[in-house]
């Protein structure tokens, strides 16, 4: 049976010692040090509980009449805003590639034929909405039986076929997004103007490190055995901590990964066939998605008006 001593109120503060213990007698009940100098009041609520350490702050303390951090998420859609393109892009399949001679020069081009399949805008995306303004463009066709029924009620609202392929292009503003339902056919590109293209790389499988990341193996003699082609040591010993570090170059899936090819010129528009003809090679095999968008670092193209031409010839007829 405890005493009376056990079961009295310990009291508001208490206050421990350098060095201090404190026991639990089942009978003489809590022995307080009673030697040192006081120094430290301790609550009885966190006392043995929690820490008596404040917590941290939060990372992205971002409130009401706070400057935005620059390691915020909203900092770093707002610093991407300024180097967005101004007009959407198209989606292209990728069919070939062939050369283009110049008829003056005679040099050779490698070039890449691009075509666009009905493509067309399903919706928008806006920054009070979702945060940022983009356009959501789909091409293709796919039979309505083989499409969910979610994806048929987006595609009914906005009164377009079912599409194969959709993807989305960042715009910079809300001038760039274009009506729903418009078609984006081959002409919406310029010959001479610089375009960017997005799509995914050849897959080659599980590769070695030879093919994987050019490494030279080992030697084929000297008592090497059975790895000449094995990377060899994947870590330092004690000196480096006796372990692998993050990111090490190792085999495994090599290519299927999205690849961007930037400033490659347009060389041929075929409106009648929804062709582009782009410079140089274009990452993929045949048959491949391919995005293309206006070139960030190259000048923006100048877009034709609608209106622009007539209003130049009566200009041109009053002169």
Known sequence: MLTKRCTQKLPAHLYTSTPSR???????????PLWGSLIT??????????????PKPSRYNVGP???ILESSPEAALRRKANSLPL???????????????????????PCTVLQLDRVEVLSHKTVSKHGYYAVQVGAGWKHPRNVTKALLGHFSAHGSSPKRHIFEFRVKDEAGLLPIGQSIEAGWFQEGQFVDTRSNTKGKGFAGVMKRHGFGGQDRSHGVSLTHRSMGSSGPGQG??????????????????QNTVQNLKILKVDSA?????VSG??????????????????????????????????????A
């Open 41 to 54: 009041p301790i609550s009885v609520r966190s006392f043995g509980i929690r820490s008596l350490t404040p």
């Open 87 to 109: 007009r959407a892009g198209a989606i292209t399949i990728k069919k070939g590639m062939t050369a283009i001679f110049d008829p003056e020069t005679g040099k050779r081009t």
């Open 273 to 277: 066939n929804g062709i582009v003809v």
């Open 65 to 67: 009449g706070l400057p």
């Open 240 to 257: 480096g901590g006796s372990r692998v570090y993050p990111g090490k170059k190792m085999a495994g899936n090599m290519g299927n990964t």
């Open 281 to 318: 090679a274009v990452s993929g095999p045949k048959g491949c998605v391919v995005r293309i968008q206006d070139a960030i670092k190259k000048p923006w193209p100048e877009v034709p008006v609608e209106g622009e031409e007539a209003v130049k010839g009566e200009a041109t007829a009053a």
């Open 22 to 32: 404190i026991t639990m007698s089942p009978r003489l009940g809590l022995q307080l």
